[in-house]
């Protein structure tokens, strides 16, 4: 089973400007989850989504956004950036159907804001 | 107030011995565990789950689960260089779906 996609793997931008992420989850997934990892707060969880509905939502800025499509595939959107939104943004999949589900990650995309 | 601790380390060990990696968490309505590893400009690589107390073995991997002491470990019996990593403990479950991750703790195997 190939696992969990996303791009493009590097981003760079200047502040005021949009960015949006895709992620393609492991087949079969309806769950994607986003994070935001930086050097000084770790791994920050921003949203989830299931079956095209935002199920759960971190402590992030409106500046940040979200949504899934009804192949699972799921986008995340950051408007004019800033210069702390570099970061590593991950996303990973589950089934999402448990609390015991087991997220599986994708290997990030780099977002350098100048 | 944090919601799940970690040492950040560094932890150094010799190549052959046992590394042994703490955390602990504040929701008392977590219901599962993870263990995540992590190398330096990659993604987490889950290595371990674990959701009722006591002790889960896989490999060299044991992970330990203490509900009452709200504490979780992970063991690496015969530590490796390629175990060199970031170590990221993470809980979820209570009320929602999301993974809540400790901050981490490098640890570095010596040859």
């Known amino acids: 089973k190939a696992g969990v996609t996303q791009t493009p793997r590097y981003l760079i931008k200047t502040r005021g400007q949009q960015v949006t992420l895709s992620c393609s989850p492991i087949s079969g997934h309806r769950s994607v989850s986003w994070y935001q990892q930086t050097p000084g707060q770790g791994l920050q969880f921003l949203f989830e989504y299931f079956s095209e509905t935002q199920r759960n939502k971190g402590n992030f800025p409106g500046r940040f956004s979200g949504r899934q499509f009804s192949n699972s595939r799921s986008e995340m959107n950051v408007s004019t950036l800033e210069l702390g939104d570099s970061a590593l943004y991950l996303c990973?999949?589950?089934?999402?159907?448990?609390?015991?589900?087991?997220?599986?990650f994708g290997p990030g995309t780099r977002l350098t804001v100048l | 107030q944090k919601e799940v601790e970690q040492n950040s380390g560094p932890l150094s060990v010799p190549e052959g011995a046992i590394a042994s990696l703490n955390c602990t968490y504040s929701d008392r309505g977590s219901q599962s565990f993870f263990w995540y590893r992590q190398y330096s400009g990659k993604s987490p690589e889950l290595i371990m789950s674990?959701?009722?107390?006591g002790d889960k073995e896989d490999g060299r991997f044991t992970a330990q689960l203490n509900k009452a002491s709200q504490y979780v470990s992970l063991l690496i019996r015969d530590s490796q260089p390629s175990d060199s990593a970031t170590y990221l403990c993470?809980?979820?479950?209570?009320?929602?779906?999301?993974?809540?991750f400790g901050k981490g703790t490098l640890l570095t195997v010596n040859p």
């Open positions: 993470a809980c979820s479950g209570g009320s929602n779906y999301k993974l809540t």
């Open positions: 990973a999949s589950s089934l999402g159907t448990g609390l015991t589900d087991t997220q599986y």
């Open positions: 674990i959701y009722s107390n």
